[in-house]
């Protein structure tokens, strides 16, 4: 079946439309025509695999990734960066104004990424055997068992990347196996954090003793500042880390500056992935606020980066954030940074704003939840809550757009301002600001 692609879906694939049915399409673009092959089809949509691109887009470009499309990571890899600026915009207004009834004009150009690849501070990435028999690390298809090893990663600091090399030659150097869900024992996971040439590094395994010299060699890497490993011998769990940390050597923390602040990463702490982006984030955040605010509370804080950045902001900021190791961070932080007003709460996000909010008045309410958005308990809360102005950090555009249309009974966009922060994937990041009607 031939196909003209019309628009770009959430998911960075082509839509086209036979007999009024949507065919959501990989590897292609807008005013792209190919001829596919239907592999589902659904009573409301079907999906398509490209058999032959037969009109190519002008924004067409060679991917610089030997297995884009098949890891699933970039899918807009395929085209020029300002192409791909345009389609996460189109993206967001799209899901805005279908949940929400967002005014487009209130929606403004996206803050492009100075850097276009090598910008990733972390990788998270499975272990597996390759046909000789060495450990690797790669990505599962998305939707099957099949593992690609992954050569060279080109959103990664490639500082990143030579760690990632040099840990597993010392890991097939001591003959180290993938992970056997019988035995329990191998390696699972390699994570790595990368901030200012210094990494933290962390291995998940089984029930696994590491010898002292493997750990040695690994700590003589260059950059390397600790050395983790977390047991994780749970069958099947979307969690990467096991529930057990131990520090095999190093420091505890990844010590990093982040313009004037200095910050304290523990590995299960949630860390922006595109250091240079998240100042930019931030900074754009605080420029749309007032000037000065009473109280201030951080829904979802991690380490509490956001919050100190608005230290100067309130008379007080308290953040709440749900994993222990992120608080116990993020309270270290406003201590290394001075902020004597800045506080951090572990609890959920919605109970404790419940709390908070029948003792006290909240002038501004600044929110960056996971991809899930914000649950029931949260939006109740603020609807029943007097919260004045509400900052709101999306990394999902579906869940911003269901999100606001519930917020928009009490609330009023003032204004949408998307950042890229990951090239050549899907995903679009945004800030909103809302203001109690
Ligand atoms: C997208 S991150 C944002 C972190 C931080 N704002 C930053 O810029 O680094 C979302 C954070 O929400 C936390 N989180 C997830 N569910 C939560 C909940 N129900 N209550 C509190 N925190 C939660 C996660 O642990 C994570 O640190």
Redesign the pocket.
């Known amino acids: 079946m031939r196909v003209v692609i019309e628009k770009m879906g959430i998911n960075g694939e082509g839509i086209g439309y036979i007999n009024r049915k949507p065919v959501f399409v990989e590897g292609v673009l807008i005013k792209e025509e190919a001829d596919i092959e239907i592999t589902a089809n659904n009573k409301t949509y079907a999906v398509g695999k490209v058999k032959k691109i037969v009109k190519t887009s002008e924004h067409r470009v060679k991917p610089k990734c030997k297995i884009q499309g098949r890891c699933g990571a970039c899918p807009l890899m395929i085209t020029d960066y300002e192409n791909q600026c345009a389609v996460k915009e189109a993206n967001l207004k799209q899901a805005l104004i279908k949940y929400a009834h967002v005014n487009p004009r209130l929606i403004k150009k996206i803050i492009p990424s100075e850097n276009v690849f090598n910008y990733r501070n972390q990788l998270k990435l499975p272990f597996s055997m390759n046909e000789e028999r060495e450990l690797v690390t790669g990505m599962y298809q998305p939707n099957s068992n099949y593992f690609n090893e992954i050569d060279h990663c080109v959103i990664h600091d490639q500082d990143l990347e030579q760690t990632r090399k040099a840990v597993l030659k010392v890991l097939n150097d001591y003959r180290c196996r993938s992970y056997d869900y019988h035995q329990k024992k191998g390696f699972r996971s390699l994570i790595i954090r990368m901030i200012d040439g210094r990494s933290q590094i962390t291995l998940v395994t089984g029930e696994e003793e590491l010898p002292a010299s493997m750990i040695e060699a690994i700590m003589q890497i260059k950059g390397v500042v600790s050395l983790w490993q977390s047991v994780n011998t749970i069958k099947k769990t979307p969690e990467i880390f096991g529930p057990k940390m131990v520090l095999l050597a190093g420091e505890r923390t990844l010590d990093i500056r982040m313009d004037d602040l200095k910050l304290q990463l523990s590995p299960r ?4 992935l595109n250091t240079l982006q ?1 100042k930019r ?2 900074s754009t955040a605080k420029g749309l606020l007032k000037e000065h605010y009473g109280l201030i509370v ?9 919050s100190l950045y608005l230290k100067d902001k309130a008379d007080e900021i308290i953040g ?4 222990k190791d ?1 608080v116990v961070n993020a309270n270290a932080n406003a201590k290394l940074n001075h902020a004597d007003n800045v506080s951090f709460i572990c ?6 704003l419940t709390y908070i909010s029948k003792k006290r008045e909240i002038d501004l309410l ?1 929110v ?4 899930s958005g914000l ?1 029931d308990a ?1 939006l109740e809360t603020i609807l029943r809550s007097k919260i004045r102005e509400i900052v709101y ?1 999306s ?1 999902n555009p579906a869940t911003l757009g269901k999100n606001l249309d519930i917020l928009l009974d009490r609330y009023e966009v003032k204004v949408v301002q998307p950042v890229d922060m990951f090239p050549n994937t899907a995903h679009v990041e945004s800030i909103t600001l809302l203001v109690r009607k």
């Open positions: 702490s949630f860390f922006q998240a984030l931030y951080e829904a979802y804080s991690g380490v509490g980066g956001i709440i954030e749900s994993i992120a609890a959920d996000a919605a109970d404790k600044v960056d939840p996971p991809r649950d949260m950090i990394c």
